[in-house]
């Protein structure tokens, strides 16, 4: 049975460690030039600021297309869209309806005003910001774990918690296909030419369908333990896993093959997001930072500190700012109360 990301617990965490994937790893003599560039840039860009999104822990955060809004979706049922203004994000609305928690949300590839999220509540329900209203609720057979939009916008693929994945037609908002999976399905995804759909799985693996045919393509054995989360870069030239051996591997897109790796965390990886320009990799875990690399060296380029384990983060589509939220807990008044606050990254020291 598959399990949403944010519920992943140490437990998950296998038994084989970097040692076991050492020849991936690749040194290199020292900083590039444009770890040198970022590195100066984040010098004066380090602030984090943290906005109150729901009154409970947030799964999902995620920019739209243009970059003018960050979404968020909680285990308090509903989402929320915050417009980035300068070094600010400003809280727009609250969109209610789903009956349980919103476990992912992803927006539109190429309308900024549409985005769609994922509940447990065996719906998925498409949000218009200009009228905040939802325009359509789709019925699904499972409690939904994950989401993602085609890049030509399209489609809706959703996965549930019985590892069967749902397409949606976005105009229609109608099923045309649904794959029952024998194998744990964790997060799934397109590339970027829209003609395969990726999924990671229990086994660590990663499993290649055609698109739309839904043909097996091929079965990547990526990792030693539960291969978690996939991200495909801007560019077009690479994809990541983020396993429960708590490494993430880069993959060469048209190859096929693993470049290099990435291990300076300690806990299993629930997600990753590559930079507009592709050049920089943010990861994350329960470990109390935020792993930021160089997508060509693996060099270490900057870490994002946190108090708690961070659950999801997302570069934004045109600058370098990280949106991300943690379960953090509002310890003003109950250290168990949940914050419910996303993080943004990446401001001037002086804002």
């Known amino acids: 049975m598959a399990v949403p990301t944010a519920a992943m617990g140490p437990s998950a965490l296998g038994q084989s460690g970097p040692s076991s994937m050492a020849p991936w790893c690749s040194v290199s003599s020292g900083p590039s030039r444009y770890v040198l560039g970022m590195q100066e840039l984040f010098r004066g860009h380090s602030k984090t600021r943290e906005f109150l999104a729901h009154s409970a822990k947030v799964h999902s955060v995620a920019w739209s297309c243009d970059g003018r809004r960050l979404a968020s979706g909680s285990f308090d049922k509903t989402a929320s869209v915050f417009l980035l203004e300068k070094d600010r994000l400003v809280k727009e609305n609250n969109y209610r309806g789903h009956g349980d928690s919103v476990d992912q949300l992803c927006w539109h590839p190429s309308n900024p005003d549409l985005f769609v999220t994922a509940s447990g509540d065996k719906t998925i329900r498409i949000w218009d910001v200009r009228t905040t209203k939802c325009i359509a609720t789709v019925n699904t057979k499972g409690e939904n774990i994950n989401i993602c939009w085609s890049p030509d916008g399209q489609t809706i693929a959703v996965g549930n918690k019985d ?189």
Not at 176 to 200: G, H, P, R, Y
Not at 257 to 274: A, E, G, H, I, Q
Not at 292 to 309: F, H, M, N, R
């Open 163 to 351: 590892d069967v994945v749902t397409f949606i037609d976005a105009k229609t908002h109608r099923s045309k296909a649904e794959e029952q999976f024998k194998f744990e399905v964790n997060e799934i995804s397109w590339n970027n030419d829209n003609n395969m759909f990726f999924l990671t799985n229990g086994n660590g693996c990663i499993n290649i369908l055609s698109y739309p045919e839904l043909k097996p393509v091929q079965s990547i054995n990526a990792h030693p333990s539960n291969c978690i989360c996939i991200k495909f870069d801007p560019m077009g030239k690479y994809f990541a896993t983020g396993s429960a051996d708590a490494l993430v591997s880069l993959w060469d897109v048209d190859e096929l093959v693993c470049v290099r790796c990435f291990s300076r965390l300690d806990w299993p990886v629930r997600t990753l997001s590559f930079s507009h320009d592709g050049k920089m990799l943010a990861s994350a875990s329960e470990d109390h930072f935020i792993d930021i690399a160089e997508v060509e060296t693996g060099d270490k380029l900057w870490e994002v500190q946190c108090e708690s384990p961070t659950f999801t983060v997302a570069w934004h589509p045109k600058r370098p700012l990280l949106a991300f939220a943690c379960d953090d807990k509002d310890g003003k008044y109950d250290s168990s109360r949940e914050a419910g606050t996303v993080k943004l990254f990446g401001l001037p020291n002086d804002s």
